[in-house]
């Protein structure tokens, strides 16, 4: 149905942000184990775990 696009195309745009959300918390969750002491505050913006 054309009329169901933009529900569609919302739904896929709000996946796609999740997944990078995720993307991000498994790299700046690596790179803190990997790295212990080097991320104090630099990469805060990274952590959306409570999202």
């Known amino acids: 149905m054309p009329q169901m696009a933009p529900l569609w195309w919302m739904g896929s745009l709000i996946f796609m942000l999740l997944s ?3 993307l991000f918390q498994i790299l ?3 790179a ?3 790295a212990p002491g080097k991320f104090d ?3 805060s913006f990274f952590n959306f775990w409570p999202i």
């Open 20 to 22: 990078l959300i995720i």
């Open 28 to 30: 700046y969750y690596a």
């Open 32 to 34: 803190v184990i990997s």
């Open 41 to 43: 505050d630099k990469f």
